[in-house]
């Protein structure tokens, strides 16, 4: 009993921390706040973690980028400030090692929780800013930008990171669903509120990003995953969810009298061309600054614009081992997910989505500063941890398989499983065996 009441708490602590990752009204945001009161209890409960794979390389990014960080802290003007920015740094980067290190111990079942828990705070985000929209809030103008009540922000600061944040709950509430690892009704609700959230905010980012990991899906599935019965349904699925979301979508537009408000966001806006002269402007002080100007100074102390683009700000304010670092960061968790999908395991479906909405996110990077958004972190991880469990055996060879109606059993008595507890053994799957799982009432 002693043993199994910690890893309750460090179990209910990081659901706790994932849920309330939308709510970041305020700095610092209630998730942080518990995910260091998760990290206190984890040092405590190393058994629940397994990190042995993790990947030279990747470690080395990560170390090379925060010692860069450091370097470049020496040039800031305002070093409290700048100390407080690579602090998050520091901190969301153990948050990336955590997630790994979850999933690495406890393997589809660590999968399934995290994301289970991101997904529910994603629902409830996304219920409010629909609710707002609607005016059925109280105060309801809380939750949009501005005072114009037109694009929803929700519990975030800006619409432009509330609606990614959906996007990334999209994606994965799309693989559950394919997979089985979702009942429909649910896939279908969940679906549904996050594309209204997605299209009331009137990001342009974050549809961008969209269309990006629905491509990068598709081919995955299609091409690289190469499962019949999941290729089947994203197919069929794909058509119906298409033309539904698409007239429900000019439905609620044209009923919140959002039309002409939503054709003007798709064009070219007036604020464009200052966004690309400070681009500009980043590469000269870049060239000036080889070591950066510290940890988020850019827009500190230095200028009153973001350069809305995360790999030219890192190169202005931590310089160019900084930007190494981070370039070789973000290609080290696609690649860990790109590997997953061609290894073709029970995992490859979930690194595919994975990979999928990382693309999404390092292509919206070019347009707007994501290196302090924390689901990118928590994206990140899946793929590493994911790649771990494979490697120690945490992932079953029949895992979730549809055929094997007694695995059905044992995987939802699996996912009540502590963190802690230890992985079943098990071999790679055969190319012949589908890779869809269950419709797993622990998940649904």
């Not at 693989?175 to 969940?190: E, G, H, Y």
């Not at 681009?279 to 200028?303: D, K, M, S, Y």
Request: charged share 15%; hydrophobic share 55%; aromatic share 12%.
């Amino acid at each position: 009993m002693s043993d199994e009441r910690p890893h309750f708490v460090l179990r209910w602590l990081t659901f706790a921390a994932l849920f309330s990752s939308g709510v970041v009204f305020n700095e610092p945001p209630l998730t942080d706040l518990l995910f260091f009161l998760t990290f206190a209890v984890a040092v405590f409960h190393k058994d629940a973690f397994e990190l042995r794979g993790f990947g030279a390389v990747l470690a080395g990014s990560i170390v090379l980028f925060l010692l860069a960080n450091g370097l470049s802290l020496m040039a800031a003007e305002t070093h409290i400030a700048a100390t407080k920015y690579l602090v998050v740094t520091v901190y969301l980067f153990a948050m990336f090692v955590f997630v790994a290190g979850w999933i690495g111990r406890s393997g589809m079942d660590g999968y399934a929780f995290l994301t289970r828990a991101f997904i529910s705070g994603a629902f409830l985000v996304g219920m409010i800013g629909i609710l707002a929209r609607f005016n059925l809030m109280p105060r309801s103008e809380l939750f949009f930008l501005g005072g114009d009540g037109l694009r929803i922000k929700s519990t975030f600061k800006d619409p432009n990171v509330f609606a990614p944040y959906i996007v990334a709950a999209f994606m994965l509430v799309l693989n559950d669903a394919l997979t089985r690892r979702r009942r429909l009704w649910s896939a279908a609700v969940l679906g549904l509120v996050f594309a209204l959230s997605i299209l009331f905010a009137f990001s342009r980012g974050a549809i961008f990003h969209l269309a990006v990991s629905l491509f990068v899906y598709a081919l995955c599935v299609v091409f690289l995953v190469r499962d019949a019965a999941i290729t089947k349904r994203f197919v069929a699925g794909g058509l119906v969810v298409s033309f539904g979301v698409t007239v429900f979508g000019i439905y609620a537009i044209a009923a919140t009298g959002l039309d002409g408000f939503f054709a003007e966001r798709m064009k070219v806006q007036s604020y464009d061309s200052e966004r690309f002269a400070m681009q500009a402007l980043t590469l000269h002080v870049a060239a000036e600054n080889p070591l950066g100007i510290g940890p988020g100074e850019w827009n500190v102390t230095r200028f009153a614009n973001d350069p809305h683009n995360v790999y030219l700000r890192v190169l202005a304010e931590n310089g160019v081992l900084g930007a190494i670092g981070w370039i070789l960061w973000c290609a080290c968790c696609a690649t860990a997910a790109l590997s997953g999908i061609l290894r073709r395991t029970a995992a490859a479906p979930m690194h595919a989505a994975c990979f999928a909405i990382l693309l999404g996110l390092y292509a919206e990077a070019m347009i707007i500063d994501t290196l302090h958004w924390r689901h990118l972190f928590l994206v990140a991880g899946l793929p590493i941890g994911l790649r771990i469990a494979e490697a120690h055996g945490a992932i079953r060879e029949h895992e979730g398989t549809e055929h094997d109606s007694t695995e059905h059993d044992s995987t939802a008595q699996d996912s009540t499983a502590q963190p802690g507890s230890a992985p079943s053994q098990g071999m790679r799957r055969g190319a012949h065996q589908p890779l869809v799982t269950p419709r797993e009432s622990a998940v649904s």
